[in-house]
């Protein structure tokens, strides 16, 4: 694949001091030569990088030492990227962005259903790709500002990007985490689908509808929120979403 390096026109200086100093990044794609440019493009943003050409390895990798992000490839060998993204979920919330040669929309719905918390279809800028990653860290980073957000019910430790349903942890991917943030933040405010695109990718991508009503349907999910009866989560028709909780 070509990543069209000779395009590349924006400064690696634009990000010195910015938040992807000291980062970790595990690429986790059998290509070897992508591997390597991105690898070296990384590099020059302040991203530390540690790749696997096959899923054992990576996971084996993830196992011994925790990166801040994940750039996993969908078209693995024997094991696919949609199963490799479940088994991170199992015991990590680090967040995943998904690449692949295929672009259809099911394999996106299936990617977000499966906790990744972004897709980029191959052949893609490697600008794109470290713009979606400080967008990521970025979210991660400004939640530190803050400590803990309450509602009647849940508890978010904004520190530890936590969230507790009364003792209970929940187990959220990132962006998981974010919307029920925005929630929390205005309970009773309705958002759109619009809005809450804007609010969980921060950069221009192709939006579409369903990615957001997949990762409301996880929340309820975790939440064991009926949306037929809802106690937290509220659709309100032709509009977009609310949280009835209650801010204390």
Same mark, same amino acid.
């Given at each position: ?28 794609? #059998?290509?070897? *030569? ?5 690898? @070296? ?9 540690? @790749? ?8 084996? *990798? /993830?196992?011994?030492? @925790? ?10 060998? #024997?094991?696919?990227?949609? #199963? ?9 919330? %680090?967040?995943?962005?998904?690449? %692949?040669?295929?672009?259809? !929309? ?48 849940? %508890? ?17 991917? @990132? ?14 405010? !309705? ?36 949306? *037929? ?5 509220? %659709? ?6 609310? /949280? ?5």
């Amino acid at each position: 694949m070509s990543l069209r390096l000779a395009r590349l026109g924006l400064p690696a200086c634009l990000f010195k001091g910015s938040l992807s100093m000291n980062r970790t990044v595990l690429i986790i794609d #059998d290509d070897q *030569k992508l591997n390597h440019l991105l690898k @070296t493009y990384l590099s020059k943003y302040g991203f530390s990088v540690q @790749t696997a050409v096959h899923p054992v390895e990576g996971l084996k *990798k /993830l196992h011994h030492q @925790t990166p801040d992000i994940i750039i996993l490839d969908v078209m693995l060998p #024997d094991q696919n990227g949609f #199963d490799v993204c479940k088994t991170i979920r199992q015991q990590h919330s %680090t967040p995943v962005i998904m690449l %692949t040669a295929r672009g259809e !929309v099911t394999d996106r719905v299936l990617g977000l259903e499966l906790g990744a918390d972004d897709y980029l279809p191959k052949p893609f800028e490697p600008r794109e790709l470290v713009a979606r990653m400080q967008s990521i860290l970025r979210r991660g980073h400004h939640s530190r500002s803050t400590e803990l957000l309450k509602t009647r019910h849940l %508890t978010l430790d904004l520190n530890r990007h936590e969230a507790r349903l009364g003792k209970k942890i929940l187990d959220l991917s @990132t962006m998981e985490f974010e919307i029920l943030k925005l929630f929390a933040q205005n309970p009773g405010r !309705v958002y759109s689908r619009d809005q809450l695109l804007d609010h969980i990718r921060g950069i221009e991508w192709e939006a579409y509808n369903r990615s957001i009503d997949v990762l409301i349907s996880r929340l309820r999910q975790k939440l064991a929120d009926d949306p *037929k009866q809802p106690k937290f989560i509220k %659709t309100v028709r032709g509009t977009g979403y609310m /949280l009835i909780d209650e801010a204390v």
